[in-house]
């Protein structure tokens, strides 16, 4: 009888414990927050319009459209000249020691910028990730849609509405091979030797107990304008996405942003100029309970983050390269990475060609894309896309999921002394790690087993090394949540999960990389969101 009472305790325990927080009502209106310079920046939360401002009436609809917009795919024949062209130029650069002082009074707009009002009827789940407003040679741009005419007369019911074609350009990519001694794109890496690690046993561990998250709040918006950092003034980074972070040197954090855009910023979504598919900053900073602060980012010139990552920038080719992982091993960096061929209309989807692995041996500052350690998309299934990357005990694991925020979470790993060689990985299937040549062709990778139930994207994990555990954390995008795992083995079994937050509570928020510096009882961690598409440094008690 005391058996059935304790299980039954710890069944309720667990159904409290793991029950899915509703969002909560919408915060009271206050104004925006404001840096140390006392420049305006942005609020993540969802709050109450302002009760000083009266709403402007919607204009009524028209009991019938006057105009029916049908969209025509047009080819556009789009050359992409191969090999990727490199552009290293690195300067050392210096900043002013006042966070407030003008850091490049010679650039225009250098000056600080203090009001950004949100656009009304601004979405906040828009469809796919960022695109260029302003065409370059390789880019196609954002297809606009022409507003009906304003000046027609209503349609009365007796009107048939009139049809319009409106072009819909459709990017064609015309590969086009450069040749010669001057080209300065990448050489092929060498085929490493193929080597046949075992078959080893990896059974799952207990589950470790259920815990509880709360005090969770924004401590700072870490870029764009207004935020702690001045990101804006300080290398043109006006909005940006992601803030992946690891390690990568003793007492110096590296951050990994995605697609970064900056001259002509408004807000209310991507946008601007100057787009730069990733840049990457680097902090010293331990008091995260007051914030982050960014001491220096990979620069091309002065006031300038530059890509560190190259892309072709070319639609249905390879519109952008986003990171996905950061980690270090002895003075070499790696970056994982996924090449993305295009943005679906849907939110939360997209097709990659290929998830990649990059390095670097001058602490971050030039990268090597190793063409060797990729994992193809074959046929959109491809379960290593977007993957988190985690140097333990030897090994580096991979937690990967396929393109999109809609897959399972699968794993692998190889020694530290082989990241680089795709054929000493293995695989974790059905309780083993199963080496890539165990079954003749290519592909094992697609049987990999799922690690737990459900569905993740964009994931982060570290190794607790003080706690002597995994964590993970992930977006569930079926139920609009930041959620976390834990567990004592990097195949699980993972404890159920706690969310971190609902993102109605931040409208449009998505991301949610762990800093390596969190405790066992206290999480930081960035968040994403569209709306104002910048970073925040966020908090979050474990109980």
């Known amino acids: 009888m005391l058996r059935d009472v304790s299980v039954a305790a710890a069944v309720i325990v667990i159904a409290v414990t793991t029950a899915q927080p509703c969002a909560a009502d919408p915060l009271p209106w206050a104004p925006a927050p404001v840096n140390a310079c006392g420049e305006a920046g942005f609020d993540p939360q969802a709050r109450t319009p302002n009760p000083a401002v009266t709403p402007a009436p919607a204009p009524p609809a028209p009991a019938q459209p006057p105009t029916i917009q049908v969209q025509v795919l047009q080819p556009e024949i789009t050359p992409v000249k191969i090999p990727k062209q490199l552009h290293n130029t690195r300067i050392a650069a210096t900043l002013p020691a006042d966070m407030c002082a003008n850091p490049c009074p010679q650039l225009a707009g250098g000056q600080a910028r203090t009001s950004y009002p949100i656009p ?120 940006t996405d992601l803030g992946l972070m690891w390690e990568s040197a003793p007492g110096r954090i590296a951050v990994a942003f995605g697609d970064t855009f900056g001259t002509g910023f408004h807000d209310g979504g991507p946008s601007g100029g100057d787009w730069r598919s990733n840049v990457i900053g680097f902090s010293s900073d331990r008091d995260l309970a ?174 607790d090394t003080a706690a002597n555990r995994w964590e993970m954390s992930y977006l569930d995008a079926d139920n609009n949540v930041l959620q976390l795992r834990r567990s004592t083995t990097p195949q699980g079994t993972w404890s159920t999960p706690a969310t971190l937050l609902h993102t109605a509570d931040y409208p449009s928020g998505y991301g949610g990389f762990i800093h390596p510096w969190s405790t066992a009882h206290d999480l930081y961690f960035t968040l994403s969101e569209w709306r104002h598409y910048n970073v925040y440094l966020m908090h979050a008690s474990i109980h």
């Open 120 to 239: 009304p009827g601004t979405p906040t789940w828009p469809e796919g990730r960022p695109k260029p407003t302003t065409a370059t040679p390789t880019t196609t741009p954002r297809p606009t849609t022409t507003p009906p005419p304003t000046s027609a007369a209503p349609a009365t019911p007796w009107q048939l509405p009139q049809i319009k074609l409106v072009p819909q350009p459709e990017t064609i990519p015309l590969p086009v091979t450069l040749l010669g001694p001057d080209v300065t794109g990448p050489r092929p890496h060498p085929i490493p030797p193929v080597v046949h690690p075992p078959v080893q046993p990896a059974p799952v561990t207990r589950p470790l107990v259920p815990f509880h998250i709360d005090d969770v709040y924004p401590v700072t918006q870490l870029t764009g304008p207004g935020s702690q950092n001045r990101t804006d003034v300080r290398w043109q980074v006006d909005d």
């Open 290 to 463: 007051h914030g982050m602060k960014i001491d220096s980012m990979v620069s091309d010139a002065p006031c300038h983050a530059t890509e560190v990552l190259g892309s072709y920038k070319v639609n249905n080719f390879e519109v952008t390269v986003i990171p996905t992982s950061g980690f270090a091993l002895g003075n070499r960096q790696f970056l994982s990475y996924m090449s993305v061929a295009r943005w679906a209309k849907k939110p939360g989807r997209w097709w990659t060609n290929y998830g990649g692995l990059a390095y670097s041996d001058d602490g971050g500052q030039t990268w090597v894309d190793d063409e060797q350690v990729r994992w193809d998309n074959v046929f959109g299934q491809g379960q290593f896309q977007v993957v988190a990357m985690v140097p333990h005990d030897g090994y580096v694991y991979m937690f990967g999921t396929p393109n999109g925020r809609f897959g399972t979470i699968a794993l692998a790993r190889v020694p530290q002394a082989d990241i680089l060689n795709k054929s000493a990985y293995q695989y974790w299937i059905d309780g083993f790690w199963r080496p890539t040549l165990q079954i003749p062709g290519a592909g094992i990778e697609l049987t990999a087993s799922p690690i737990m139930s459900g569905i993740a994207g964009e994931l982060s994990v570290r190794f």
